[in-house]
């Protein structure tokens, strides 16, 4: 150091401040990562049990008893819903464009479980808007 010139030791302790602050913003982006996937996982999660159970219901409702079909149907109703709403959810918190497409088809396929539960000739009802 003694060679190095009357700088070096400021120099020194600035590059070792830039150092730390490059450490620091490393830290706190990969921190922010894993916030944004901890934010997706619940909602990603719901949307694809929400399907799972949606499915076993309209496949179990064709076979059931018929005093208790509505029920099912009504199940997979509500689930939809609930997936529609976890959906909206992962929306804000911009997934990729592959994790967006594959609840996209989730929500398909819950739209034409809803359409068998509601019957091939039945039309929405007048207050709800064709959002597809």
């Known amino acids: 150091l ?9 120099e020194a ?3 070792l401040k830039n150092a730390s602050a ?8 990969t921190a922010a990562a894993a916030a944004e996937a901890r934010a997706l996982a619940a909602p990603v999660a719901l949307v694809e049990r929400c399907r799972a159970h949606a499915q ?4 179990f409702s064709p ?9 099912a ?11 529609r709403a976890a959906f909206q959810t992962v929306l804000v918190n911009s997934p990729p464009d592959d994790l967006k497409a594959r609840l996209e088809a989730d929500i398909a396929a819950l739209d034409a ?11 929405p009802p007048p207050f709800a808007p064709d959002v597809r």
Do not use: F, W
């Open 2 to 10: 003694a060679s190095a010139g009357p700088d070096a030791p400021r």
């Open 63 to 71: 076979i059931c008893n018929p005093n208790i079909v509505s029920d």
């Open 113 to 123: 479980m809803e359409t068998r539960a509601l019957g091939a000739a039945a039309a």
């Open 56 to 59: 076993l219901l309209d496949e």
């Open 13 to 15: 302790a600035e590059a």
């Open 73 to 83: 149907k009504v199940g997979v109703h509500l689930l939809a819903g609930a997936a």
């Open 22 to 29: 490059l450490v620091q913003a490393r830290r706190d982006a």
